[in-house]
């Protein structure tokens, strides 16, 4: 049975998370993905953590409906409505070559994953934040443990209704004007994302940057950001090959971010 790009009536949007169904999806993909799934958790990447502890497989993966401690990056909380979006984390071992360039492949997968899921275009937010119509989507978030362990951690607006989310986020479903399945939105971006490490096993790690680089919208614009309670501006010029983005500031000095927000400046 074909998963991806169903939609249901609103009156599902809520329905109990299938991971049966999802795991049925994922044999033979180039990571082994074992999936679990709790209805509620404190955190997913809090899971992550203890797996990595116990030592799990790469691609020990956990899905609840709700956190009661959801992070998100830069020590935000990320809060969502029980049963609405997908909410996820993943253990990865990318080795230490990709490990500064895992935020970029995470974002280009994460992306080709809902663009499959939903037909709709999805931008790129330096590092990692993806955007439908100039508005968030989905979040992403890496904690590294010992052993160049990381857990990669994923919320992805799918139902939530705009009453349920800040004014500068969106839903698959807003987008799309109809609800999602999220068991087909997990698939797509898993497919996408073991697709991507075993690349980053076999390849050179620069198509990560140029394949970053094609799908972004970013590279051109005017950014502002803030680095030790100093905001600066400036054009996001191009990103460099350890995934550092460049800014040439207004005043011609050129410097390189390597952690942080970034703020697009739209006219
Ligand atoms: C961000 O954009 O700030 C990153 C958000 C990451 C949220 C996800 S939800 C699943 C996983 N568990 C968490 O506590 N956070 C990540």
């Known amino acids: 049975m074909g998963l991806v790009k169903n939609s249901i009536p609103f009156g599902d949007a809520s329905a109990p998370f299938d991971a049966t169904l999802v795991s049925s999806q994922l044999a033979a993909q180039p990571v082994a993905w074992t999936l679990h799934w709790l209805p509620e958790v404190s955190s997913t990447q809090d899971l992550v953590r203890e797996a990595a502890l116990a030592r799990a ?38 080795g230490r070559q990709m490990l500064s360039l895992l935020p970029l492949l995470a974002g280009i997968a994460v992306a080709q994953g809902l663009e499959q899921g939903t037909d709709l275009p999805v931008d790129l937010k330096w590092p990692n934040d993806l955007l439908i119509d100039a508005k968030k989507v989905a979040g992403i978030l890496l904690e590294h443990g010992p052993d160049e362990v990381a857990a990669l951690g994923v ?11 800040p004014p500068q986020a969106i839903s698959a479903a807003i987008a799309l004007g109809h609800p999602l399945r999220r068991e087909a939105l997990l698939v797509s971006i898993l497919k996408a994302l073991g697709a991507a490490l075993q690349r980053s096993r076999s390849e050179d790690r620069g198509w990560v940057v ?5 799908r972004s919208s970013m590279l051109g614009s005017r950014v502002s950001y803030e680095q030790a309670g100093v905001v600066s501006a400036g054009v996001a010029e191009d990103l460099e090959d350890d995934g550092a983005l460049r800014v040439r500031l207004e005043d011609g000095r050129v410097t390189r971010i390597y952690a942080g927000d970034v703020r697009l400046l739209r006219d």
């Open 210 to 214: 140029e394949t970053w680089r094609q």
């Open 57 to 94: 497989a790469e691609g020990w993966t956990v899905v609840t409906d709700w956190q009661r401690q959801g992070r998100g990056r830069l020590g935000r909380q990320w809060v969502t409505v029980s049963g609405r979006d997908l909410l996820f984390s993943v253990l990865l071992r990318p």
């Open 155 to 165: 919320g992805v607006n799918v139902n939530s209704g705009p009453g349920e989310l």
